[in-house]
T-cell receptor
Framework: GEQVEQRPPHLSVREGDSAVITCTYTDPNSYYFFWYKQEPGASLQLLMK?????EINEGQGFTVLLNKKDKRLSLNLTAAHPGDSAAYFCAVSSLPNAYKVIFGKGTHLHVLP | EAAVTQSPRNKVAVTGGKVTLSCNQTNNHNNMYWYRQDTGHGLRLIHY???????EKGDIPDGYKASRPSQENFSLILELATPSQTSVYFC???????????FGPGTRLLVL
């Protein structure tokens, strides 16, 4: 079945630096891609949803890149600030059984002031 | 107002006891999910449902049952709880299969 590998498991950066989190997936039928953010002690909140037809998506303070050829999804936080400190999870759903969404194991990001 | 709620938020159970975790959603979503979150494993799918009366096995269903009596409610049942089921459990709902999921606040379960 689908495998999603997320790296790195832990990441510390200085305030103002960039932070990059990467997920690789195996299923060529992967269709929806997600990044979720989980603040300490809280639940998961959607950060961004990416369709397989779009390669670059920009949000507030971050960019999501999808490389379908390499089956790689990345989250790039530009100019990280302490409020970005959280766990980040990628998630992938594939056809035909799109009900099952496979999550990466998460990256714990710590932004140092 | 929170669209996905879970109860209880914290639970201590004894080995061999029965535990029921409840989830309610007001999103009117067809799909609901139960995950457990453990350090080093991320989120793992236990059971899911795509409508009232349906339950499907996820990736780690052993030791768990699920019940979806209505569109709004989805329960996870541990008939004979074991210490290995100590974890944080998240319920989620989603409108379409494979689409964005909306998570509840989680339930911390400790099985002694």
């Amino acid at each position: 079945g689908e495998q999603v590998e997320q790296r790195p498991p832990h990441l510390s950066v200085r305030e103002g630096d960039s932070a990059v989190i990467t997920c690789t997936y195996t299923d060529p039928n992967s269709y929806y891609f997600f990044w979720y953010k989980q603040e300490p002690g809280a639940s998961l909140q959607l950060l961004m949803k990416v369709f397989s037809s779009t390669e670059i998506n920009e949000g507030q303070g971050f960019t999501v890149l999808l490389n379908k050829k390499d089956k790689r999804l990345s989250l790039n936080l530009t100019a990280a600030h302490p409020g970005d400190s959280a766990a980040y999870f990628c998630a992938v759903s594939s056809l035909p059984n799109a009900y099952k969404v496979i999550f990466g194991k998460g990256t714990h990001l710590h932004v140092l002031p | 107002e929170a669209a996905v709620t879970q109860s209880p938020r914290n639970k201590v159970a004894v080995t061999g006891g029965k535990v029921t975790l409840s989830c309610n959603q007001t999103n009117n979503h067809n799909n609901m999910y139960w995950y457990r979150q453990d350090t080093g494993h991320g989120l793992r799918l236990i059971h899911y449902s795509y409508g009232a009366g349906s339950t499907e096995k996820g990736d780690i269903p052993d030791g768990y049952k699920a019940s979806r009596p209505s569109q709004e409610n989805f329960s996870l049942i541990l008939e004979l709880a074991t210490p290995s089921q100590t974890s944080v459990y998240f319920c989620a709902s989603g409108e379409l299969g494979g689409d964005t999921q909306y998570f509840g606040p989680g339930t911390r379960l400790l099985v002694l």
